[in-house]
Structure formats: C-alpha cells, structure tokens
C-alpha cells in the first residue's frame, strides 16, 4: 500500500517538485488538480498514468494572472482577449490553437489547447512561483467523483501524487466553463462554473458542439459517477423515481438515497416513511454546485446503490449541475475524469 503523500501549504515545495517533473494537487476555485509542467511531455504523462486516464484526452493548462496566451497559444483572436479580460481569474477555459509551449501530451494528439487563469489563491501563487503552465486534470482516479477537498484527493490518489496543497474546500465546486474559440467562432463544450449567461453578454450566443468540435475534458455520456447509480430525474418526478428505485433493489436490500435541494425535501413528508436517506443541498444553486460532488461521495461511503437525483432549473449555475448529475447518470462504463 502506498503512503500517503505530502501535504500542506508550501507554495515553494509544491513549485520545485513541478520544476523537477513531480506531480502536485492543489486547489482550484472549482476542483482540485493534478499538476504537472505543462511544457514536458514526461511530466504530463505521469498525470495519465497515475489517474489511469487514455492520453487521447487533452487537457486544461493552468496559467498565472497576467500569463500572455501567446506562446501556449496560437492565432488568439480578439474575443479571446475580451473573454480573459472579463472572466480570469476565473472558471473559464477557452480552447485555441496550440502553441509551441505546450506539450504534446497535453493537448490529447490534437492542434488546439484549453487555457485558463485560476481564481484560487493558492493556486495563483503556485503558478506564480513555478513561472510556467501547469497542465492539470482534476485529482482523482479515472471515473472517480472530482475532488473538491485535500481529504477527497489523498482518499483518491494515496502516494502517487507528490504533494497536496491544502488551500480549503472549492468555492465553486464544479469545473469550469469551456468555450471553444478555435474556428472562428463561440462554442459551449461544457457548462460550468462561469454560467452561459455571463460568457454571451461578451460573445453573443454560443453555438452547440458539433461532430467536429475538439475534444474536451468531461463531455463523455458517462461522467462524473459515484460507484452508486444515480437516476436523474425532475424535480416533479422525484416520488416515483424513488418508488421504481426502492422496487428495484428490494431482492437485494438496496439502498436508496435521494439528492435534492433542503426544501424540495420537506415537501415530500412521505419520503420520511420510506427506507430512503434523505441527502439535502443547499436550496441556492451556489450552494448546491458548491456540496454536490462531496454529497456524491458521501453516499457512496455510506454505502448507498442507488442515488435519485433532482435536477435544478437550467439557468445559470443550474446548467452545470445538471450537466454533471445527467453525465453521472449515463451508461457505463464511466467516462473519465474531469477537469478544473
């Protein structure tokens, strides 16, 4: 059994290791990371074989405040600019054409980046120490629930992460917007911590990925899973989703476990009669994107098979979190992992 890693705040213990090629977790404003030079193809690969993740899936390269895109990127049009100007520090990545600072295998084999500023503090600093890109997924095994904890990442990744950096929960708790902007054009690829809202106020409205958009971290149909099955349902639909789940594990003792807003929760008094573990969110959708990936771990830890899951409305914030219970719920096999 592997030992578990170091872990605190040293900001320079964490700048050398990624100097030296060593892998080190640290906190984003969304979820945690595992970080790497994002200029060394033998550093980024180490990140692949720890999380056990296929190294055709690009990945997000973390930059300092005031970073020039130039260099990690090329051909960066004026929206891009505009974009950065607005939302970094902050949950937003962008996809551009690739420049010659990135490694190869960062980008999964293909010619365009993800590029992002963290707003996290520690994270800030880090970047800042290192002076380089930190390419990163977020912490955890492949298929696993992301981290937004050191606890979830040492859980997680055990010795083969060099050092954590401890910086807190995640504020945000879901990972980033990703916008491309590498074909002329805005395209959603993933909603996220930065709500759609705010991104077309800038950029007009944002187009559907098509057949030909790039590759992107954490936009499979199966993603973001606990070891339970989650159903994703309405919120309307909640009382019969939980009677078809209660039925369906009733041969094997199942256990069953609903996931929605504190006050959905106390509008369902028949649920307290039920053999189901009420798990409440916060009833504000910060609140909710902010808990829901901890909550997911808690049920499994708790031992839980099945997981109903109320979807919020779609606007704002409620686009990501619903994004991330419909993925958790999809077919499996799981998908990989997700990303900062």
Known sequence: MSQGPGRGADVARGAALLAAGRLVAFPTETVYGLGADASRDDAVGRIFDVKGRPRAHPLIVHLAPGAALEGWAADVPDLAHRLAAAAWPGPLTLILRRGPRAAAAATGGADTIGLRVPAHPLAQALLAAFGGGVAAPSANRFGAVSPTTADHVAADLGGDVDYILDGGPCAVGV?????????????????????????????????????????????????????????????????????????????????????????????????????????PLPDDIAGMARELYGALRDLDARGVDVVIAALPPAAGLGEAVGDRLRRAAGPRPRGESAEP
């Open 175 to 279: 990972e980033s917007t990703i916008v491309d902007l590498s074909r002329g054009r805005p395209v959603l690829l993933r909603p996220g911590g930065l709500p759609r809202e705010a991104i077309e106020a800038i950029a007009g409205p944002l187009e559907v990925a098509d057949a030909r958009a790039p590759a992107a971290p954490g936009t499979l149909a199966s993603h973001y899973a606990p070891r339970a099955e989650v159903i994703a349902v309405d919120l309307d639909g909640v009382p019969a989703a939980v009677a078809g789940a209660l039925a369906a594990v009733a041969a094997r003792r199942g256990a069953v476990a609903v996931l929605a807003p504190a006050g959905a929760l106390a509008g369902w008094p028949e649920l307290s009669q039920l053999p189901v573990l009420a798990c």
